[in-house]
């Protein structure tokens, strides 16, 4: 099984300008979520889903847009890139909220906005 | 400030030695998980904890529960190099449909 798979795994931007990254998952779990993970901060939780065509604000939303239009997809949008979204994006799953199968983590994607 | 703090942040140890890593919060955890990373990875699961007191064995990993559900460890006994990695812990607060909320990581590396 794939489990997690995230696209892509590099990307340099220049500031102002949009991307997606798209997260795909084969389990069939309801529960999908976006963290971002900086030197020293773990991971922070950007937005978050609770099934097909639902979507809720994390720990750091802002000038980050989602989407689940189809239950194994999570797509997460960067409207207009900034230098201080540099990071390694991570999209995770889960049967439920905080199941003891824990989360399924993507390999990440790197992206830096200069 | 980070709701759950992990310490130490870095521990560089020769192969062999015994660590022990911590995790800890004001709030109560209704369950914590214990993660690893390797580089260029996404966090894997080693274990979850849900009961106050609760102690788990994985090989030569031990995993604590604080009583209270404020606070875990993590024990490793006799550390193999293949240890080496970002240990991530992470708590659920309560009921409803919120995250998993994440320590900011314990980097460990285990020299030959």
């Known amino acids: 099984n794939a489990g997690v798979t995230q696209t892509p795994k590099f990307r340099v931007l220049k500031t102002g300008q949009s991307m997606t990254l798209l997260c795909a998952q084969d389990?069939?779990?309801?529960?999908m979520y976006w963290y971002r993970q900086d030197p020293g901060m773990g991971l922070r939780l950007i937005h978050y889903s609770v099934g097909e065509g639902t979507t809720a604000k994390g720990e750091v939303p802002d000038g980050y847009n989602v989407s689940r239009l189809k239950k194994q997809n999570f797509l997460l949008g960067l409207e207009s890139a900034a230098p201080s979204q540099t990071s390694v994006y991570f999209c995770a799953s889960s049967r439920q909220r905080d199941s003891g199968g824990g989360y399924t983590f993507g390999s990440g994607t790197r992206l830096t906005v200069v | 400030t980070q709701l759950l703090e992990q310490s130490p942040q870095f521990l560089s140890i020769q192969e062999g030695e015994n660590l022990t890593v911590y995790c800890n919060s004001s709030?109560?955890?209704?369950?914590l998980q214990w993660y690893r990373q390797e580089p260029g990875e996404g966090p894997v699961l080693l274990v979850t904890?849900?009961?106050?007191?609760e102690v788990k064995k994985l090989k030569r990993l031990t995993f604590q529960f604080g009583d209270a559900r404020k606070d875990s460890s993590l024990h490793i006994t006799a550390a193999q190099t293949g240890d080496t990695g970002l240990y991530l812990c992470a708590g659920a607060r309560g009921s409803g449909r919120r995250a998993l909320t994440f320590g900011s990581g314990t980097r460990l590396q285990v020299q030959p």
């Open positions: 904890v849900v009961t106050g007191g």
């Open positions: 389990m069939n779990h309801e529960y």
């Open positions: 709030s109560v955890f209704s369950s």
